[in-house]
Nanobody, 129 residues
Framework: QWQPVESGGDLVEPGGSLRLSCATS????????VGWFRQAPGKEREGISC????????NYADSVKGRFTISRDNAKDTVYLQMNGLKPGDTAVYYC??????????????????????WGQGTQVTVSA
């Protein structure tokens, strides 16, 4: 079973920026809606953004709207999450996941219904002075 790989996590000061990447080497990610999720210690996993295969549909959680931007480059089979104005509350492990159904026209920020079948291992983002 294929698995996307996240990268780009780091330690950054409040107000700083990071760009996370979610990629595969198997030219499959481009077929699927992709979501970004995060989980902080002691907290439930939170869906923060998602994008449809063609990039037409995007969604954002209220907690990141206006600060984070999701995009994709299907030629590189990669989905990005540009994070600006980072806050200490954004500290978490960030995961990307691909929908189990290819070529969906929509995407969702929920994951507990099993719609996302292919999960990465996560990348740590720490926002601290």
């Amino acid at each position: 079973q294929w698995q996307p790989v996240e990268s780009g996590g780091d330690l950054v000061e409040p107000g700083g920026s990071l760009r996370l990447s979610c990629a595969t080497s198997e030219n499959k990610l481009r077929r699927y809606s992709v979501g970004w999720f995060r989980q902080a210690p002691g907290k439930e996993r939170e869906g923060i953004s998602c994008i449809s295969p063609g990039g037409i549909t995007t969604n954002y959680a209220d907690s990141v709207k206006g600060r984070f931007t999701i995009s994709r480059d299907n030629a590189k089979d990669t989905v990005y999450l540009q994070m600006n104005g980072l806050k200490p509350g954004d500290t978490a492990v960030y995961y990307c996941a691909a929908d189990r159904t290819p070529y969906s026209r929509t995407c969702a920020l929920v994951s507990d219904d099993g719609r996302y079948a292919y999960w990465g291992q996560g990348t740590q983002v720490t926002v601290s002075a």
